[in-house]
């Protein structure tokens, strides 16, 4: 059955390939007035990649979970990229016992929530892949947010053996992974020998954990054990250059892998359990803590298409197809991201429940989800291999807001959906109709030329000034990123000149909207500058209000460069102070309290 949309291309004029395209779910026009039609080639390609649509499920009118306290009040929390904190214990990269120590001044600061990164499983065997929006599989854990100090087994003199990096810039994820994962070796090894230090109680939790896991828990393991062993003969740590034996989940040499190197997958399995411990811990604190949602966590749309997750389960997702998005103001030559794509088919089959599975994943462990890219619950673009982004379609995507409503009302959480850039019309609307809050940032706010008035945000919507693809706030009020896009060749001289201007204009109408004199927009950032812009997000009328870190003691430090990666180190500057210094900073306690006086922890 086609939807709305669909109906408006069938004309008797179809040609059999636009047939079969809008069969399987293509839409055959590109947004834009001005777009060009999706070509006939990409239309025959992703139509027998795709086969024909599965039936739409019967639609509901369910809402996505949201607490009935949350109608009656306003709450604000703090975003923050975990593996940026800095402390004298962690291993050279932020870990979840850096943010348990932030969860007592947080909540003293009246903070109901803390937004997290994705913290998906990566590669571990190939640690300098760090995009956290990137993943080996979105059902598991990175273990190198572990803290590894507080893992029970744990002695001091294990650290004797390894060089901990600093960070003091930047996160060196090739010497992490070594120091983390050699002291996690022996910790498990302590485990495996029976340690009577380790608790009966601990080694049944492991226990239960990898049986709860099943065939799913073991496929991970077994791939992370495979990729590090390939690694070390000179392959690659993604299933794609593995010799073609191996690339088969099923095939004897698999098999006769798994048979000979038990011992690698089940500490592969076990730092599953210590990083998921560590993390339902860590909610808790936030809870005890007063908080009312706690961790905040975030999604990614898709997975690396040579992870585990395809490898596993290669009739899952769609082959030789990645996710992106085609051009806009924004990117002119439109985004590939190398992610793979769920099958609709596929889904439609399994009723939904791969789906449902990334999403209790996240859910079980967290008061609130960030779903990225959320219109991706209704269509994703998809740009077949070979092909450049501007050669991609539209392909309608079936079930997945029912799957997402029935997933947050049994685990009680909380969804926004990353619905910033073109949004299809209607889009928001139905999002609103379902509960699942949006994502409002300030910039991107507008009433015709104007910033939107707080007080006309809408109020199933969490609003921060910035997020993580932007600029943090001192580094955007010098306009580095535009610096930085033209000295690496996104931008011409010129372009660069427009966008400064633009810059300027959003600050002078920046400041007007805090009551601060425009005049300010041609000096230095300040405290007061950013105590008020921070208090003009608080007013707005959205129920969910984020402060994120780096726009308060971040410094000038990137965390992602779009269209970038190596070129400037994406997901690998630090924060400039330690976990310590965070709390003591004068600015961020003034932002904060500022912040409280608009919304009131109770």
Same mark, same amino acid.
């Not at 940032?441 to 000034?465: K, N, T, W």
């Given at each position: 059955?086609? *939807?709305?949309?669909?109906?408006?291309?069938?004309?008797?004029?179809?040609?059999?390939?636009?047939?079969?395209?809008?069969?399987?779910?293509?839409?055959?026009?590109?947004?834009?007035?001005?777009?060009?039609?999706?070509?006939?080639?990409?239309?025959?390609?992703?139509? @027998?990649?795709? %086969?024909?649509?599965?039936?739409?499920?019967?639609?509901?009118?369910?809402?996505?979970?949201?607490?009935?306290?949350?109608?009656?009040?306003?709450?604000?929390?703090?975003?923050?990229?975990?593996?940026?904190?800095?402390?004298?214990?962690?291993?050279?990269?932020?870990?979840?016992?850096?943010?348990?120590?932030? +969860?007592?001044?947080?909540?003293?600061?009246?903070?109901?929530?803390?937004?997290?990164?994705?913290?998906?499983?990566?590669?571990?065997?190939?640690?300098?892949?760090?995009?956290?929006?990137?993943?080996?599989?979105?059902?598991?854990?990175?273990?190198?947010?572990?803290?590894?100090?507080?893992?029970?087994?744990?002695?001091?003199?294990?650290?004797?053996?390894?060089?901990?990096? &600093?960070? $003091?810039?930047?996160?060196?994820?090739?010497?992490?992974?070594?120091?983390?994962?050699?002291?996690?070796?022996?910790?498990?090894?302590?485990?495996?020998?029976?340690?009577?230090? +380790?608790?009966?109680?601990?080694?049944?939790?492991?226990?239960?954990?990898?049986?709860?896991?099943?065939?799913?828990?073991?496929?991970?393991? !077994?791939?992370?054990?495979?990729?590090?062993?390939?690694?070390?003969?000179?392959?690659?740590?993604?299933?794609?250059?593995?010799?073609?034996?191996?690339?088969?989940?099923?095939?004897?040499?698999?098999?006769?892998?798994?048979?000979?190197?038990?011992?690698? +997958?089940?500490?592969?399995?076990?730092?599953?359990?210590?990083?998921?411990?560590?993390?339902?811990?860590?909610?808790?604190?936030?809870?005890?803590?007063?908080?009312?949602? %706690?961790?905040?966590?975030?999604?990614?749309?898709?997975?690396?298409?040579? &992870?585990?997750?395809?490898?596993?389960?290669?009739?899952?997702?769609?082959?030789?197809?990645?996710?992106?998005?085609?051009?806009?103001?924004?990117?002119?030559?439109?985004?590939?991201?190398?992610?793979?794509?769920?099958?609709?088919?596929? !889904?439609?089959?399994?009723?939904?429940?791969?789906?449902? *599975?990334?999403?209790?994943?996240?859910?079980?462990?967290?008061?609130?989800?960030?779903? *990225?890219?959320?219109?991706?619950?209704?269509?994703?673009?998809?740009?077949?291999?070979?092909?450049?982004?501007?050669?991609?379609?539209?392909?309608?995507?079936?079930?997945?807001? @029912?799957?997402?409503?029935?997933?947050?009302?049994?685990? $009680?959480? =909380?969804?926004? %959906?990353?619905?910033?850039?073109?949004?299809?019309? &209607?889009?928001?609307?139905?999002?609103?109709?379902?509960?699942?809050?949006?994502?409002?940032?300030?910039?991107?706010?507008?009433?015709? =030329?104007?910033?939107?008035?707080? $007080?006309?945000?809408?109020?199933?919507?969490?609003?921060?000034?910035?997020?993580?693809?932007?600029?943090?706030?001192?580094?955007?009020?010098?306009?580095?990123?535009?610096?930085?896009?033209?000295?690496?060749?996104?931008?011409?001289?010129?372009?660069?000149?427009?966008?400064?201007?633009?810059?300027?204009?959003?600050?002078?109408?920046?400041?007007?909207?805090?009551?601060?004199?425009?005049?300010?927009?041609?000096?230095?950032?300040? @405290?007061?500058?950013?105590?008020? +812009?921070?208090?003009?997000?608080?007013?707005?009328?959205?129920?969910?209000?984020?402060?994120?870190?780096?726009?308060?003691? %971040?410094?000038?430090?990137?965390?992602?460069?779009? &269209?970038? *990666?190596?070129?400037?180190?994406?997901?690998?500057?630090?924060?400039?102070?330690?976990?310590? $210094?965070?709390?003591?900073?004068?600015?961020?306690?003034?932002?904060?309290?500022?912040?409280?006086?608009?919304?009131?922890?109770?």
């Amino acid at each position: 059955m086609l *939807d709305r949309d669909q109906k408006a291309q069938t004309t008797p004029a179809l040609d059999n390939v636009d047939r079969r395209a809008i069969a399987a779910g293509l839409f055959l026009e590109l947004p834009g007035k001005k777009a060009d039609p999706v070509c006939d080639d990409t239309k025959r390609t992703l139509a @027998e990649a795709l %086969g024909p649509a599965p039936a739409a499920p019967a639609e509901t009118t369910c809402p996505a979970f949201v607490p009935k306290w949350l109608d009656e009040t306003r709450i604000h929390g703090i975003a923050l990229q975990l593996y940026q904190l800095r402390s004298a214990r962690n291993f050279g990269i932020g870990d979840l016992g850096d943010l348990q120590a932030l +969860i007592g001044p947080f909540a003293g600061w009246g903070v109901d929530f803390i937004g997290l990164n994705p913290l998906h499983a990566l590669f571990t065997a190939a640690p300098e892949r760090a995009s956290p929006f990137s993943p080996s599989d979105r059902r598991f854990l990175n273990p190198l947010i572990v803290a590894v100090d507080k893992v029970p087994g744990f002695r001091p003199h294990m650290t004797e053996a390894v060089t901990i990096p &600093g960070a $003091e810039a930047i996160v060196d994820y090739t010497a992490v992974a070594r120091a983390k994962l050699t002291v996690l070796r022996a910790i498990h090894a302590a485990w495996q020998n029976g340690d009577p230090r +380790i608790s009966e109680t601990e080694q049944r939790e492991a226990l239960r954990h990898a049986t709860d896991g099943g065939a799913a828990l073991h496929a991970f393991a !077994l791939f992370e054990a495979l990729s590090h062993h390939m690694v070390q003969r000179g392959y690659g740590a993604g299933w794609t250059s593995w010799p073609a034996a191996y690339q088969d989940f099923a095939s004897p040499d698999v098999r006769a892998f798994a048979a000979t190197h038990a011992g690698e +997958i089940a500490f592969h399995a076990w730092l599953q359990h210590v990083a998921e411990a560590q993390l339902a811990e860590t909610q808790a604190l936030a809870l005890a803590a007063g908080m009312r949602v %706690g961790l905040y966590l975030d999604i990614a749309i898709g997975t690396a298409p040579d &992870g585990a997750a395809t490898w596993a389960d290669p009739e899952l997702a769609m082959g030789a197809v990645s996710v992106g998005a085609p051009p806009d103001m924004y990117s002119a030559d439109g985004q590939c991201w190398n992610l793979a794509p769920l099958s609709p088919r596929a !889904l439609s089959t399994r009723n939904y429940v791969p789906f449902k *599975d990334i999403l209790s994943a996240a859910m079980k462990h967290a008061g609130a989800v960030r779903l *990225d890219h959320a219109m991706g619950l209704e269509r994703l673009f998809l740009i077949p291999a070979g092909k450049s982004a501007a050669q991609g379609a539209y392909v309608r995507q079936t079930g997945l807001t @029912e799957a997402l409503v029935e997933a947050s009302q049994a685990h $009680e959480t =909380l969804v926004v %959906g990353e619905d910033i850039g073109v949004v299809q019309a &209607g889009f928001r609307e139905r999002m609103a109709l379902r509960r699942i809050f949006s994502s409002r940032i300030v910039a991107f706010e507008r009433d015709g =030329l104007r910033l939107r008035a707080p $007080e006309r945000y809408p109020r199933d919507a969490l609003a921060s000034f910035s997020t993580h693809d932007l600029a943090p706030l001192a580094a955007a009020w010098r306009s580095d990123e535009v610096d930085l896009r033209q000295r690496l060749g996104r931008v011409d001289a010129r372009t660069a000149r427009h966008e400064k201007w633009l810059r300027l204009a959003f600050k002078h109408a920046l400041l007007a909207m805090t009551g601060l004199s425009p005049f300010r927009a041609m000096g230095p950032l300040n @405290e007061t500058i950013v105590v008020e +812009i921070h208090r003009m997000v608080a007013r707005t009328a959205s129920r969910l209000t984020a402060v994120r870190l780096e726009d308060v003691v %971040g410094g000038r430090r990137l965390v992602n460069l779009p &269209g970038t *990666d190596r070129e400037h180190p994406n997901w690998r500057h630090t924060l400039p102070l330690t976990v310590d $210094e965070v709390v003591r900073s004068p600015v961020l306690n003034a932002v904060m309290r500022a912040v409280g006086e608009e919304r009131p922890a109770r």
